[in-house]
């Protein structure tokens, strides 16, 4: 039996600074797999606030690949491309692979996370995994606007 590594979709607060963005993995598949059977995608986690915020920037600009958010509602993740997790490097927010040591598929539909829902399901996006450099610009304008808002 498959055997999934859960992430707590709340830690991050460990992030470190800003690192510069050279060495992303690009493209929208991801080109690696924890087996041959088994999907390998990293996720990048942020406070559902901003993460809602940078989904709408995504979809109304670049596109935004599958989102999940966790059972209480407090972050959000987005799937990006395996390899995402060497480099990110974005100050509020954590990424790590999603499976490690899966022996199988998850069942169509499954988000692949435990615990966790889909927001935007891989069904009703174009993208299979949003671009980590588009991400990235994304959580950094909602951080922005954030701060705007709350400073009225």
Same mark, same amino acid.
């Given at each position: 039996?498959?055997?999934?590594?859960?992430?707590?979709?709340?830690?991050?607060?460990?992030?470190?600074?800003?690192?510069?963005?050279?060495?992303?993995?690009?493209?929208?598949?991801?080109?690696?797999?924890?087996?041959?059977?088994?999907?390998?995608?990293?996720?990048?986690?942020? $406070?559902? *606030?901003?993460? /809602?915020? +940078?989904?709408?920037?995504? !979809? @109304? #600009?670049?596109?935004? &690949?599958?989102?999940?958010?966790?059972?209480?509602?407090?972050?959000?993740?987005?799937?990006?491309?395996?390899?995402?997790?060497?480099?990110?490097?974005?100050?509020?927010?954590?990424?790590?692979?999603?499976?490690?040591?899966?022996?199988?598929?998850?069942?169509?539909?499954?988000?692949?996370?435990?615990?966790?829902?889909?927001?935007?399901? $891989?069904? *009703?996006?174009? /993208?299979? +995994?949003?671009?980590?450099? !588009? @991400? #990235?610009?994304?959580? &950094?304008?909602?951080?922005?606007?954030?701060?705007?808002?709350?400073?009225?």
């Amino acid at each position: 039996m498959a055997q999934r590594r859960r992430f707590p979709l709340l830690d991050t607060d460990s992030s470190r600074t800003t690192a510069a963005a050279p060495g992303w993995p690009t493209g929208n598949w991801p080109t690696g797999t924890g087996t041959d059977h088994a999907p390998a995608w990293d996720l990048v986690t942020v $406070p559902a *606030r901003q993460g /809602l915020e +940078a989904a709408d920037i995504l !979809r @109304l #600009r670049d596109g935004v &690949g599958p989102v999940l958010y966790d059972g209480s509602g407090a972050t959000l993740g987005f799937l990006v491309p395996p390899g995402t997790a060497d480099v990110w490097d974005v100050p509020g927010s954590a990424c790590a692979p999603t499976w490690v040591g899966a022996t199988r598929r998850p069942c169509p539909g499954e988000p692949p996370v435990a615990g966790a829902r889909w927001l935007v399901p $891989p069904e *009703r996006t174009h /993208l299979r +995994a949003t671009e980590p450099a !588009r @991400l #990235r610009a994304a959580l &950094g304008e909602a951080r922005r606007l954030l701060q705007a808002a709350d400073g009225l």
